[in-house]
């Protein structure tokens, strides 16, 4: 089992940038798909992007691409979100999530919210016009 910890949200400008982190513990990071998923106040929850465990391969939602990067230090055994270029609409509260099933893989299955085993608590970000 794998507990994870995000961190880094905050009030931003629009244009700028923020890094979120999600700290893993009890497992490493490397068993994992590990997804990045938001909920806005009144909004069913999204997917923003993942990483595969592999480490190499990434996707993303076509409203964070070329703006945001995910990426992961398995020494920290950590996972990032970069965010650049934000605007308002990227407000919302931010969820790393592990999907521990090794038969999911491709495009298919990252976005589904339902696939992924375990979720941190979130962390808000908050973008300011």
């Known amino acids: 089992q794998v507990q994870l910890v995000e961190s880094g949200g905050g009030l931003v400008q629009a244009g700028g940038s923020l890094r979120l982190s999600c700290v893993a513990s009890?497992?490493?990071?490397?068993?994992?798909?590990m997804g990045w998923f938001r909920q806005a106040p009144g909004k069913e929850r999204e997917f923003v992007g993942v990483?595969?465990?592999?480490?190499?391969?990434?996707d993303y939602a076509d409203s964070v691409k070329g703006r945001f990067t995910i990426s992961r230090d398995n020494a920290r055994n950590t996972v990032f979100l970069q965010m650049n270029n934000v605007k308002p609409e990227d407000t919302a509260v931010y969820y790393c999530?592990?999907?521990?099933?090794?038969?999911?893989?491709?495009?298919?299955?990252?976005?589904?919210?339902?696939?992924?085993?375990?979720w941190g608590q979130g962390t808000q970000v908050t973008v300011s016009s």
């Open positions: 009890g497992r490493t990071v490397s068993r994992y798909n």
């Open positions: 990483i595969t465990r592999s480490g190499i391969t990434t």
């Open positions: 999530a592990a999907d521990s099933d090794t038969a999911n893989s491709g495009k298919d299955y990252y976005p589904r919210a339902n696939v992924y085993d375990y």
